[in-house]
């Protein structure tokens, strides 16, 4: 855990070191997608999430929101026994988006003392596809990925991989005087 406490500390400084760069190379892999991104971001993905855990971490939770879905809002307040418009009313707001969040972080349904999610089971779909490094058209969401560089040192690990594993040359062209 302490290690975990440190490389938190560390991430927002090594997000922001790369981010430059990071932003360039998603830039030219969208000019440029190679046809098995989803399959190479599906393999480093799983290979990330063999040796990170979760619960040792929990920064997600601690920091952001997810966006709650209608259909989370239904099956959270179902298991919780409160009708829509209290749970609604009690937990989550409309943010600048127009997407419900949660009111405050960290999220309402975290534990603390030991990084667990209270509603685990019916959990809203974008905590159980967090950090989304592993989704389809994985091109069409590198800005959130970008984001996400910062809060989750796996998501942060996944990317510096990537540019490993599928390296972009730029070509420059050179003027002619």
Do not use: W
Request: hydrophobic share 30%.
């Amino acid at each position: 855990m302490k290690d975990m406490n440190k490389r938190l500390a560390e991430l927002p400084k090594l997000a922001e070191e790369t981010k430059k760069e990071t932003k360039k190379y998603f830039s030219n892999l969208k000019r440029r997608t190679p046809k098995n991104l989803d399959y190479v971001m599906q393999e480093l993905h799983e290979a990330e999430f063999k040796k990170t855990d979760c619960l040792s971490c929990g920064n997600c939770c601690k920091t952001t929101s997810p966006i709650f879905t209608e259909k989370d809002v239904e099956r959270i307040s179902k298991h919780l026994r409160m009708k829509v418009a209290k749970f609604e009313s009690q937990y989550l707001e409309r943010d600048d988006d127009d997407f419900m969040v949660l009111k405050s972080a960290p999220c309402t349904f975290f534990d603390e003392s030991d990084n667990t999610c209270f509603i685990y089971d019916v959990r809203p779909k974008a905590c159980s596809e967090y950090p989304h490094t592993n989704r389809k058209k994985f091109i069409q969401i590198t800005e959130l990925t970008l984001t996400n560089t910062e809060i989750c040192p796996a998501a942060y690990n996944i990317v510096e991989e990537l540019k490993k594993k599928l390296p972009l040359v730029s070509k420059i062209k050179k003027r002619r005087s």
